[in-house]
């Protein structure tokens, strides 16, 4: 008589699928954004995001570099495994900046858009949580 077993996603294996997803979908949204932001001519810009109109090109451009390096940051090193603590600490500069943009955009009476601040500060935590404490990235031995 033969036995059959079924294998199951472990916790451990399905907490390393999210983070991987939480991080590629994170990636998209920042360096998307951030290229947006330093690519758009100012007032294109300012059709889509009515406050990039309102303040110097200097500090839109600035948000944008901030948003493609958090991107690159939050799955590059992991991947390459490449200073992979870097990860944990874009992750922490994301959350930081979503809580930035939600009082940014609540002071100004767009609490329309933040459902997306919540929702990238979220991911960023749960990356955060993930990477530095559950299911860290190990460093390549070279």
Known sequence: MSTTTFETATPG???RIGLWA???LLFFVFASSGLVKLLTPIPQLAAMMPWAGQYSE????AIGLVDLAGG?????PALTRILP???VLAAL???VLQVFALTFHLSRGEAEVTPLNVVLLALSLFVLWGRSRKAPIA???F
């Open 139 to 141: 460093p390549r031995q």
């Open 93 to 95: 500069g994301c959350s």
């Open 72 to 76: 690159i940051g939050i799955l590059l």
């Open 85 to 87: 603590r870097l990860t």
């Open 22 to 24: 939480a991080q590629g």
């Open 58 to 61: 200097a500090f839109v451009r």
């Open 13 to 15: 294996r399905a907490l």
